[in-house]
């Protein structure tokens, strides 16, 4: 889901909702906290892919994944790719290509990423550049700052928070903007996991 398709108003009232008086804030993201499993990298729309089949250079070729997340290549018409390794997607298209061509070998090589989605990082309110960036493993908190070039004048960054979605539940998590990105304080630093929303209220004096 893009930053477009979120509920406007929801995330509208979150973000002023931070930065309103007599607010509950959620509790702080732990420092430590970050991913619990081994991070496997999925194709999503945008990528660019290059696809090599092995002594066949005339199906070998690169592709972009489409906004419905599908590829078509030669003699390979509208492939899912969205949301699979680039390993699951090779055996995928051998599987179309053994009707073609014998006992084909298919590499899948991602040479642009973004990502599906879900997996994406999305940051919304006072960053200097609020966008969704295609997450990266051990990706941090200071990460994302440094891609979305920190925060504005008017960011209340240490009333931002962490939105986390996962087994069936959303959590809210505190983090501290401004004693990490102004005053160098690394024990502000948390970990990012696949689909993080970043809220960053602005200031209300």
Not at 30 to 40: F, L, Q, V, W
Request: hydrophobic residues 40%.
């Amino acid at each position: 889901m893009s930053v477009r398709e979120w509920p406007a108003m929801g995330l509208v009232g979150l973000v002023l909702g931070l930065g309103g008086c007599g607010t509950v804030y959620p509790p702080l993201a732990e420092p430590g906290s970050g991913i619990d499993a081994p991070y496997a990298y999925l194709v999503g729309p945008g990528d660019m892919l290059n696809i090599v089949v092995w002594r066949n250079p005339e199906l070998s070729m690169s592709v972009p994944v489409r906004p419905d997340g599908k590829i078509t290549t030669r003699l390979v018409e509208d492939l899912p790719a969205s949301g699979k390794t680039a390993t699951e997607l090779a055996r995928d298209i051998e599987k179309v290509l053994a009707r073609y061509v014998q006992s084909p070998v298919v590499t899948v090589i991602v040479t642009s990423f973004g990502g599906p989605y879900s997996q994406q990082v999305r940051v919304i309110g006072e960053a200097a550049k609020p966008q969704a960036l295609a997450y990266r493993e051990n990706m941090t908190l200071l990460d994302v700052m440094i891609a979305v070039g920190g925060i504005t004048d008017f960011a209340d960054g240490n009333k931002a928070s962490i939105l986390r979605t996962g087994g069936g539940k959303t959590q809210q998590f505190g983090v501290r903007l401004i004693d990490l990105v102004r005053r160098g304080d690394l024990s502000a630093n948390v970990a990012i996991r696949p689909g993080d929303v970043l809220i960053i209220p602005q200031s209300f004096f």
